[in-house]
């Protein structure tokens, strides 16, 4: 687990090397305690960023502003952020501005929970002077300093308090539970962006169900998109059973089915998603609720990635799907895109004598039907006879 530290130690040696301070903090510490699998290596120095780009042959102003530079170093990225303190928040995200220091305690104590305001150093040793190790022994989210601030300043940290319980099946100090209670309506003013990513995380974790209770307990559905009034759907939600690996197509089908919108697009489109998700899911849904059975039409329809979800979603909500039978089906049909017909538009054409025109694509539609339905095989000759254009091909 600590290969990844390893590797950024150059790192911390240099800017060492030069007369600074030097740590490891962040999620990575955090999930390195827990013995879970380490995404990046966040560094907090107190190096300021003029001098930070001063020790480096290669960085980038990513986020200078607020302290941080981006370092390359051994083929690999690491930001690098100065300690600082942070002025007045007055929209509940982003401080009026950012003040860098020297002192590692006093940049600690912005953090927003114990667990994520442990720094470790080069030797591996940990410098925790908000006891955020025994946060993590005691399996608590606790807001470092007064919950109510912390919330103040990201409202966003709400939503991450119940994304942390989920995935790691923690529970909220008694304090910060109250306080995310008391302060939820702070979640107005975050944007539904980063409110859909935050979402999507909390539904992969082990404790889902208990994380979708909370949300529902304290009143936070209220300011999530279209879910305002669902409590009941949200309790039904969190009897579900997710699948480790399930989509995010999946999750929001579900989401759907549990709170039942009038206008499936439009509850979708309020969650900022892509097209493309909103397309298949409303797909999904609607063949779902109609409780339609399938035929091969449907099938060929379909396509493989979306009666594979529609199964999925049938799975959790019933315990039971028809998905090996849908795939047995599926690979059966004789054909499963248009562009394996074996006539076209301009067989059409040369065979009819006609022009153009909406008859054209109607033709090939029926064509098309009778082809997957296995009324007609898909052999030119054949289609051109059933047409009743005669036997010999142009």
Not at 43 to 53: D, Q
Not at 68 to 84: A, D, K, L, P, Q
Not at 253 to 280: C, E, G, H, S, Y
Not at 344 to 368: C, I, N
Request: with cysteine; glycine share 6%; net charge negative.
């Amino acid at each position: 687990m600590k290969a990844q530290f390893i590797q950024a130690l150059p790192v911390l040696e240099k800017l060492e090397a030069a007369g600074f301070e030097a740590y490891f903090v962040g999620g990575a510490v955090r999930d390195f305690l827990l013995g879970r699998k380490i995404s990046d290596v966040d560094i907090a120095t107190s190096a300021f960023p003029e001098e930070v780009k001063t020790i480096f042959a290669r960085t980038y102003d990513t986020g200078i502003k607020h302290g941080t530079v981006t370092v390359s170093e051994g083929g690999e990225h690491y930001e690098v952020t100065t300690f600082r303190t942070e002025g007045t928040y007055t929209d509940f995200r982003r401080p009026e501005e950012v003040t860098f220091i020297r002192s590692l305690k006093e940049d600690l104590l912005r953090r927003d929970f114990t667990m994520n305001a442990i720094a470790m150093d080069r030797h591996f040793a940990f410098h925790d002077p908000f006891q955020g190790q025994e946060a993590i022994k005691a399996k608590s989210i606790t807001a470092v300093g007064d919950p109510k601030a912390r919330f103040h300043e990201d409202a966003l940290r709400m939503m991450r308090a119940v994304r942390f319980l989920s995935q790691l099946d923690f529970t909220l100090e008694e304090k910060t539970a109250r306080a995310l209670a008391e302060e939820i309506s702070l979640l107005a003013h975050v944007s539904v962006e980063r409110v859909t990513v935050e979402w999507l995380k909390l539904h992969r974790g082990k404790a889902f169900s208990r994380a979708v209770q909370m949300i529902a307990e304290v009143g936070m559905e209220a300011y999530l998109p279209g879910l305002s009034g669902k409590k009941t759907a949200l309790f039904e939600l969190s009897s579900w059973t997710l699948p480790e690996a399930a989509s995010d197509e999946l999750l929001w089908l579900l989401l759907m089915v549990a709170t039942k919108p009038a206008d499936v697009k439009t509850a979708l489109k309020a969650w900022r998603l892509p097209n493309r998700t909103i397309k298949q899911v409303a797909a999904a849904y609607a063949f779902l609720m109609d409780e339609e059975q399938w035929t091969k039409w449907h099938l060929y329809q379909a396509g493989r990635a979306l009666f594979t979800l529609i199964e999925d979603g049938r799975l959790v909500v019933t315990g039971q799907n028809e998905y090996a039978a849908c795939l047995l089906a599926y690979e059966a049909l004789p054909i499963h895109s248009r562009s394996e017909l074996q006539v076209t538009g301009h067989d059409l054409l040369a065979w009819s004598g006609k022009s153009g025109g909406p008859w054209l694509s109607e033709t090939l539609l029926r064509v098309e039907q009778a082809v997957v339905d296995g009324r007609l095989p898909n052999e030119k000759p054949e289609i051109r006879r059933w047409l009743g254009y005669g036997e010999n091909e142009s």
